[in-house]
């Protein structure tokens, strides 16, 4: 899905999780020192990329209204349901499967997707989608319906003026029922809903097969 030679690149587990007390409201909330910390820690490392994310409860979201309850007393949505690949602005995206774009959008607020891609795919019947979202603005010229070939590069890790104002990464989720969205689908859901989330949005790693490969 993105370039990496397993005999050669390194991969860095990253915990955003709230367990992680050093990544405080003062990392998190302002992009250059959230963008300083993602590089210190691949830096530290020498590792090409920083991954994870499935299934984990985050602070992070903290810093953006997108997350926050509409109205006071509801719970907030903290619960992240992609799987998060950190590198450098520009990294291209590759298909991980054929696939037909299902639909486009720029979620351009603080905190949302950014410019979105995403594609449906079969297997053996059974229809499912992808989601990428953090893309480049420039990404966004792919038509619906346009097929997209295994390993064809579609998409491009974008800027934080493009992608939601987070540092450079892709976010990449499974839904098995996108349920009639377009452009967007809930990456982030309340933790009282997990459950019924987690069974919507297998673990995406079945996709980007990444896992085997991290060191540390």
């Given at each position: 899905m993105v370039p990496f030679d397993p005999q050669q690149d390194k991969l860095v587990k990253m915990d955003f999780s709230v367990n992680n007390t050093s990544l405080d409201p003062a990392v998190f909330s302002q992009i250059d020192n959230f963008s300083n910390y993602i590089n210190l820690q691949l830096s530290q490392h020498n590792a090409r990329y920083g991954i994870g994310g499935y299934g984990e409860l985050r602070a992070v979201y903290s810093a953006s209204p997108v997350f926050d309850a509409k109205q006071a007393g509801e719970e907030p949505r903290r619960f992240h349901l992609g799987?998060?690949?950190?590198?450098?602005?520009?990294?291209?995206?590759?298909?991980?499967?054929?696939?037909?774009?299902h639909s486009l959008a720029f979620n351009n607020q603080p905190g949302d997707y950014g410019a979105t891609i995403i594609l449906l795919h079969q297997m053996d019947g059974i229809p499912f989608y992808s989601l990428y979202g953090h893309l480049s603005l420039e990404d966004l010229v792919l038509l619906e319906g346009t097929y997209v070939n295994r390993g064809q590069v579609f998409a491009h890790f974008g800027k934080p003026s493009e992608n939601g104002q987070w540092p450079p990464h892709l976010h990449l989720q499974m839904i098995m029922d996108i349920e009639m969205r377009k452009g967007d689908y809930p990456g982030v859901c309340r933790f009282s809903e997990r459950e019924k989330y987690l069974a919507n949005c297998p673990d995406p790693d079945l996709l980007a097969n990444l896992n085997q490969f991290v060191l540390y």
């Open positions: 799987l998060d690949i950190w590198g450098p602005e520009g990294t291209p995206v590759s298909a991980p499967l054929g696939g037909m774009v």
